[in-house]
């Protein structure tokens, strides 16, 4: 994606369902699930390079000995950075007592990290706030093995302001308004009630305090403790928790709107955020990866058992679509084909852009992500292509020669490598003076591939802000001097701001959006903004089941091809030369390709929650008053 998006993040949980001597005598290591997690966490680098977080959980250690580890970083590379910190220690207590380096026993009893059930998350820092106090997991202490509470997510809630006063109402006074913390207590609050609950239940019973401990381990019920604790949730998540005596669960929103998949055998239960992951990681295959239902959790108590529960009754779903064009790694079979099939859809307007002539035309893309969508798209240009060629045989009614045959044969898509991604030159700017130079160099281009009178068409797999292709792509790609530049967009017009996890928060970011604002002001419709803002604005106070999306009105005074038109227009200055037409992808389009993640909403305003309307309403008022605050 030329415009850098940033979204969070990535979870991987590993539940060992042996004793750690079987890994140690099949896979030669007690450390089999430290190994795997970190590849499964450097698969999924792709959705969160900020920072990098990891726990683990020793099963039925006793009173005194450390059952849980962690370590978080923010360093540059995270993910390397904290499996160097547990290898470090590892070393180190294998040189200091050699005699645990064949011994799984002590192993396990004095080596941090070594564990049955483990925990690992990627994030991006989308707040602006990337301490290493802001990276997952967190962890809730207690004293009470059953009460720690550890929880990483790929989530974003709309209502944390309603959650946090929930806390309140209930006698908390939590630390801060961050929806992970709110999150956590939330749950925190109904795990330590059942705890509690079973202690007085078991008391009745005749147990005594030490026997109680593993009882109420053992009686504890997730599946309450999360519907009690989700009940009033609004936004898109998949949550992963580890209780402290053993018992683990993951839970998905019930839109479906963030992924999460699992794997189980007899060895190993698996859940991460992508399919691929732990088809690659653990060598299986893709029908043996299930994705985890909308609204269910994936359960495993202590004892091994797993279950798949339906914890909030399910939407309608809207599983994301930017996952399947951008975020998700493309080596997911049903992404890889969706993303082709994305590029293909888009080749009939792409041809009447360049008028046919794809003769005098170079097809291109901007690296990396765009270039799955980019092979569909030449699939579609080589079937026009062969059926022109067929078609001019026929016409020869048998009497062309074979010099003929053979040229009318040789033609085929012109397709060069033009964009060039360099170094990421945008780590290093400071200055306000000097960074839409350094922009501009961001990209370069191939020299000596385009002719005066070629067209360059250039996919690029969504356009949010226009910043990158105003400042450094079409500059660049105009100093080839083409005749003219067709940027494609296998996504549609990006004209909302999302709320549930991808970092798209103000309007006014948004090029659709100021687009739309030109038009308005050429069509002497300006004074619909101030309308539409106090729509939004006597809706401050009202629930969220509601509250209705007036941005939407603005959009309806004008096609798709005005905003397309307009978008060329403001991704160009005086200096470009050649005529820019940009063509983006129709959402009809889209659900075609990927029929299964229909979640479209910064493409419609269709937001799948309650929650996503206020949102979009309060992201307007921002704009409108000057506000430059997230919305959410």
């Known amino acids: ?16 369902l042996k004793p750690l001597e079987y890994y140690k005598e099949k896979y030669g290591s007690a450390f089999y699930g430290v190994n795997k997690m970190y590849l499964m966490m450097e698969k999924q680098h792709n959705r969160g390079q900020d920072g990098a977080g990891f726990a683990s959980i020793k099963l039925d250690t006793r009173p005194g000995e450390r059952y849980i580890s962690r370590v978080r970083s923010i360093a540059q590379q995270p993910i390397q950075d904290i499996f160097a910190q547990i290898n470090e220690r590892v070393n180190k207590e294998f040189a200091e007592h050699p005699e645990y380096v064949d011994d799984v026993g002590l192993q396990k009893r004095y080596i941090p990290y070594v564990g049955e059930l483990l925990l690992g998350h990627v994030r991006y820092g989308t707040f602006g706030k990337n301490s290493v106090e802001s990276v997952h997991p967190f962890l809730r202490q207690n004293n009470w093995m059953h009460r720690n509470l550890i929880v990483a997510g790929n989530f974003n809630m709309t209502n944390v302001n309603e959650l946090f006063d929930g806390l309140v109402r209930l006698g908390q006074h939590p630390k801060e308004k961050a929806d992970t913390i709110t999150i956590m207590e939330k749950i925190g609050h109904f795990l330590d009630d059942a705890v509690a609950k079973k202690y007085k239940q078991l008391k009745k019973e005749g147990y005594n305090k030490n026997e109680c401990s593993p009882l109420i381990a053992e009686r ?3 599946a309450k403790i999360l519907k ?3 009940k009033n949730w609004d936004g898109g998540y998949a949550m992963a928790g580890l209780l402290g005596h053993g018992d683990s669960f993951v839970l998905r929103d019930p839109a479906g709107i963030r992924p999460a998949y699992y794997y189980k055998d007899d060895e190993i239960v698996v859940v991460a955020s992508e399919r691929p992951v732990i088809q690659t990681v653990f060598n299986v295959n893709f029908e043996d990866v299930k994705e985890l239902a909308p609204g269910h959790a994936i359960i495993t108590k202590k004892s091994g058992k797993t279950s798949i529960t339906q914890i909030i009754e399910p939407l309608e779903r809207k599983a994301c ?16 084909q969706e993303r082709k099939e994305l590029g293909k859809l888009l080749m009939p307007r792409v041809l009447k852009a360049i008028d046919n002539d794809t003769k005098n035309t170079v097809f291109s893309y901007i690296p990396n992500t765009a270039e799955t969508s980019f092979y569909g798209m030449i699939e579609m240009v080589e079937k026009h292509l062969n059926e022109k060629k067929t078609q001019a045989i026929l016409n020869g009614n048998g009497k062309l020669s074979a010099d003929n045959v053979k040229q009318i044969l040789s033609e085929r898509p012109r397709i060069e490598k033009v964009a060039i991604k360099d170094v990421k030159l945008r780590t290093f700017i400071t200055e306000d003076s000097s960074r839409d130079d350094l922009v501009a160099h961001v990209y370069d281009v191939t020299y000596g591939i385009i002719k005066p009178e070629d067209n360059l068409v250039i996919i690029d797999d969504s356009i949010v802000r226009g910043t990158t292709l105003k400042k450094s792509i079409i500059k660049m790609m105009d100093r080839l001097h083409p005749k003219k530049i067709v940027v494609v967009s296998s996504a549609p017009q990006i004209r909302y701001p999302d709320c549930y996890g991808i970092d798209m928060a103000r309007l006014e970011d948004l090029i659709a959006f100021r687009a739309m604002l030109e038009l308005l002001k050429e069509n002497n419709k300006y004074h619909l903004i101030e309308e539409v803002y106090h729509k939004c604005k006597a809706q401050v106070d009202i629930e969220d089941k509601n509250v209705k999306n007036f ?11 005005d905003i397309e038109t307009k978008i060329s227009e403001l991704i160009c200055d005086e200096s470009i030369k050649a005529k820019v037409e940009t063509i983006f992808q129709p959402v009809e389009n889209l659900h075609k390709a990927c029929p299964k993640n229909l979640g479209d909403w910064y493409f419609t305003g269709n937001y799948p929650t309650d929650g996503g309307n206020r949102v979009v309403n309060r992201a307007f008022i921002n704009f409108f008053e000057g506000n430059k605050e997230r919305a959410y």
Do not use: P, Q, W
């Open 228 to 230: 009690r604790a989700s």
């Open 321 to 336: 679509s930017f996952e399947r064009i951008y975020f998700s790694r493309g080596s997911d079979a049903e992404i890889y």
């Open 220 to 222: 504890l019920n997730v």
């Open 551 to 561: 941005v939407k009105e603005l959009y309806d005074h004008f096609t798709d091809e």
């Open 1 to 16: 994606m030329s415009d850098a998006l940033k979204h969070e993040c990535g979870i991987a949980l590993i539940r060992l």
